[in-house]
């Protein structure tokens, strides 16, 4: 009988299941990663826009998250689009402010204008096409459903997209510290610019308050030294100038007017005709 060559062998059925199990594992795997890859991605611009939402409205907030958010204003600590923020050196947990560690952190925060109002409207109009679609939906209206879903969707991207036109990038440069005890605890904070304000979430209710503080002295000496240089202008010495004079033209007299006798009324020339 002759024999098949080696390459022309048919497999046989535990080859053929193993080829299966190789190729399903080889896609399970690759499914894995896109998905780790895509959670990567949205995880912390979903957790960012979360924490935009707390300070755009405050109601989302907790009580002890607001104890611990320090906010600058623009004139305190930003030049152009750049936030350098000078924190006070103690440890972020306990307070300690000897045998500290520092940790620098630069990061790019995405600023947006008019946020509220851009997605309010969009909300507003977005819950109208939805009760229209609810309408079409008790009535069997299919294809008018399906056209007031499409347009709901198509909202949404253009409120999206206008909300991303309306945004751009600040950066913000600061510095935590924190003693060796709670070195490994030290995490970049969560960081908010919103209405030419920037929010901060420090690690703890201490650190806020002490950063407070220096923030109140710091705009108390701005304060103070506007004032100063204010009171110093009017005693530097220096005198207006004088008044440039003005060339007025001669105006020439007026002519005099001899005086002319009383006029006499009608009946007063009569009283002159009779006899005294």
């Keep these: ?95 300690r402010t000897d045998n500290l560690r520092g940790e620098h952190f630069e990061t790019l925060v995405r600023a947006f204008e008019y946020p509220l109002h851009i997605a309010g409207f969009a909300a507003l109009l977005s819950a109208g096409v939805l009760l229209l679609a609810f309408v079409a939906f008790t009535f069997g209206m299919w294809s008018i459903l399906l056209s007031l879903l499409i347009l709901t969707t198509v909202i949404n991207m253009v409120a999206g997209a206008l909300l991303w036109m309306k945004s751009w990038d600040e950066e913000v440069s600061l510095r935590l510290f924190a003693c060796p005890d709670h070195v490994d605890a030290l995490r970049e904070p969560d960081l908010v610019v919103h209405d030419n304000e920037l929010s901060i979430v420090l690690p703890s209710e201490r650190l806020a308050e002490a950063a407070m503080e220096e923030l109140k002295q710091r705009r108390r000496g701005k304060l103070r030294a506007g004032q100063e240089s204010a009171a110093a202008r009017p005693a530097s010495g220096v005198t207006p100038p004088a008044a440039i004079p003005i060339d007025r033209h001669a105006v020439p007299a007026r002519p005099a007017v001899p005086d002319l006798p009383p006029i006499k009324l009608a009946g007063e020339e009569e009283d002159d005709l009779l006899p005294k």
């Design 1 to 95: 009988m002759k024999k098949m060559p080696a390459h022309e062998v048919p497999p046989v059925d535990g080859q053929r299941g193993s080829a299966a199990q190789e190729r399903a594992e080889k896609l399970r795997r690759s499914a894995a990663a896109a998905s780790e890859r895509s959670l990567s991605f949205l995880r912390p611009r979903v957790y960012q826009a979360w924490c935009n939402l707390r300070v755009w409205l405050p109601f989302f907030d907790t009580p002890n998250r607001r104890a611990k958010t320090i906010r600058y204003a623009h004139s305190d600590c930003r030049t152009g689009f750049v936030w350098d923020v000078d924190l006070p050196q103690q440890c972020g947990r306990c307070g």
